[in-house]
């Protein structure tokens, strides 16, 4: 079992590592500099000494000692990087259990009101650990799911689980990930590749150009020889003329074209590095045999083969950073027709296969998450799927909260139309409450596990109405809004629809006065009880657990508090009943302002 302790230890081996293998780059690239230098030195003082064999043999020795030295430094260097992406996700695992947010990657922002009223944003920072930006965006889908399917979410439970205990095939994964989403990230990684592929050239116009200078290159060539040994005049230059018009005339296309290409040269070379090391992966068809089925399209493909193609012939294109070579090369052979024409059919082939491929990686980097989050925290519990409209939890959690400040709660709804009214004093417990069933209703129908120690939980659709704000820009008060949340709210429970709906409401109609607020209050509680769902609804309005007495499917629950040496102390434990305290004329005194307490 993973513990803090051992993934800080792992991760202080991991900065010494780093700290050796820095030195040691360093060192290296001191040397390449000094081997460089002294072998030319020496290699010109050895030309006047010793003549030009040893000059030669002189040069050799350099070159041979300073391409040795290159290949060990990049050796160290790609070693270090490994070694500081490892580092980082250990560390990165540390803040994960510790929910220390300043460590962890920022979350984006967001307007739908359900990701807003249950703090989704933080849920994916705490659970994301894809390295690209299409696993994480597959996870924030499946946590935003408003319409669970059962078997979907029994799928990802499996693979979850499979997963769980497979830390080093996730570990591996992350680190290949990382490396290939470290030049990816900027570039939204898939996406990018995919718009690069999505390019059309005229690929037919190209080929021909290529039959065309490919016939004219020998000829331009013998016609140099006959030329060079006097036996014709130098009819080559027409020729060849010729064939440096017609070259020099897809200059710019093809330009352009490898251009685009060697941007994403490394972002190809890494991704086929994550896939290669999916499709070699020994899973066991038994064994593992879910996550076999998810990455079959990856194994039986095997992509890796097809990207080395693709980047070696960028790699080629790359030719032109040498304008020397370059130019000679190109005034011989079509080099870089050719090369363009190969490109263009590697595009055509990747175009068609890629979006399988990338479709594996994100789902993979999803669904281990998903695992990660149950592996750091083995006292989470798989929730129990039922095909009825039931919630029971026993020990339910907020995941958010701290281990060591959580307090979890029993709490069961039996059937649909049941409303359960929340009263309590401020600061009690109550909005806490609301978001903690809802966060792990999310966390369950993504596949994963949850805060609780066991839950049992029908298919609903999710609608909140927690944090509702107002609109300068649109015109609309407060009020208006939390009234048109509501009305949204009414007409998801009125629709006909095979999945009841779950909702979790927060302070009714706060933006109005007392007298109003009550006589809405009651008659939208009324409403809810009679509709095709069931939730909670969290008030301050003592006057609203009457209707408890007057519907059978309206019950009551609440927090309390005490007050110890002049302090409100909570213990957010939920008791059935109504509230028999208030603490707002209490915490005004406490904090020194002017009020009577009768």
């Known amino acids: 079992m993973i513990t803090r302790e051992g993934l800080q230890r ?63 430094h990049g050796r160290i260097r790609r070693a270090a990087e490994r070694t500081q992406a490892w580092r980082h996700w250990k560390t990165g695992q540390i803040a994960r259990m510790d929910l220390d947010w300043e460590k962890l990657p920022n979350g984006g922002q967001t307007t739908h009101p359900l990701e807003i009223d249950l703090d989704l944003l933080q849920v994916h920072r705490l659970l994301n650990t894809a390295a690209s930006h299409g696993g994480g965006q597959r996870l924030h889908e499946w946590l935003l799911n408003e319409r669970p399917d059962l078997a979907m979410i029994e799928k990802r439970q499996a693979l979850v689980r499979e997963l769980i205990s497979m830390p080093i095939f996730r570990g591996k994964l992350i680190l290949q990930a990382v490396l290939a989403a470290r030049d990816l990230q900027e570039q939204r990684e898939g996406q990018r590749i995919l718009g690069w592929l999505e390019e059309q050239s005229d690929s037919k116009s190209l080929r021909t150009i290529l039959l065309i200078l490919t016939g004219l290159a020998p000829v331009n060539i013998i016609l140099f020889a006959l030329y060079s040994f006097g036996i014709l005049p130098p009819v080559w230059l027409a020729t060849w003329f010729i064939y440096a018009a017609i070259f020099l005339s897809q200059m710019q296309e093809i330009g352009v074209l490898f251009q685009r290409a060697l941007t994403l040269e490394d972002a190809l070379r890494k991704l086929g590095a994550v896939l290669h090391y999916v499709e070699k992966y020994p899973y066991g068809e038994k064994r593992h045999r879910h996550l076999y089925e998810l990455c079959h399209p990856v194994i039986e493909a095997q992509p890796s083969h097809q990207l080395r193609k693709v980047t070696w012939v960028v790699s080629a294109a790359g030719l032109r950073q040498n304008p020397i070579l370059w130019t000679m090369l190109n005034a011989v052979i079509p080099w870089d027709v050719y090369f363009a024409h190969r490109l263009n059919q590697q595009k055509a082939e990747l175009a068609e296969k890629l979006p399988a491929w990338l479709e594996v990686w994100f789902e993979l980097e999803a669904v281990c998450s998903l695992a990660n989050f149950a592996y750091l925290n083995p006292a989470y519990t798989f929730p129990t799927i039922s095909k009825q409209a039931v919630f029971k939890a026993q020990t339910i959690g907020h995941p958010l909260i701290p281990h060591d400040h959580r307090i979890s709660n029993d709490f069961v709804l039996g059937q649909v139309g049941q409303v359960v009214v929340i009263t309590g004093s401020n600061m009690a417990g109550k909005s806490s409450f609301l978001r903690t069933l809802g966060v792990n209703l999310c966390l ?76 809405g209050s009651r008659s939208y509680i009324q409403a809810l009880a009679n509709g095709h769902g069931l939730g909670l609804i969290a008030t301050h309005d003592l006057e609203l657990v009457k209707l408890a007495d007057e519907n059978p499917h309206i019950s009551n629950y609440h927090f309390r508090e005490d007050v110890h040496d002049g302090r409100m102390v909570f213990d957010y434990r939920l008791r059935s009943g109504p509230s028999p305290t208030t603490n707002a004329l209490r915490i005004m005194a406490m904090e020194g302002l002017p009020v009577e307490i009768g």
Do not use: H
């Open 444 to 519: 369950a129908y993504a596949g994963g596990v949850v805060c609780a120690g066991a839950l049992e939980t029908g298919l609903f659709r999710l609608f909140s109405c927690i944090r509702v704000t107002d609109s300068l820009n649109d015109g609309i008060s407060y009020f208006y809004a939390e009234v048109k949340r509501l009305k949204a709210l009414l007409d998801a429970l009125r629709v006909d629809d095979p999945l009841p709906l779950f909702f979790l409401i927060d302070e009714i109609f706060r933006g109005t006065n007392n007298r109003e607020r009550l006589i």
């Open 10 to 72: 792992q991760a202080r081996r991991l900065d010494a590592t780093l700290k050796e293998l820095n030195a040691a780059g360093d060192r290296f690239a001191t040397l390449r500099l000094l081997s460089i230098a002294v072998g030319f030195l020496l290699t010109v003082v050895l030309y006047f000494v010793a003549g030009l064999l040893v000059f030669w043999i002189s040069l050799l020795v350099t070159i041979a000692v300073f391409s040795g030295l290159v290949v060990v």
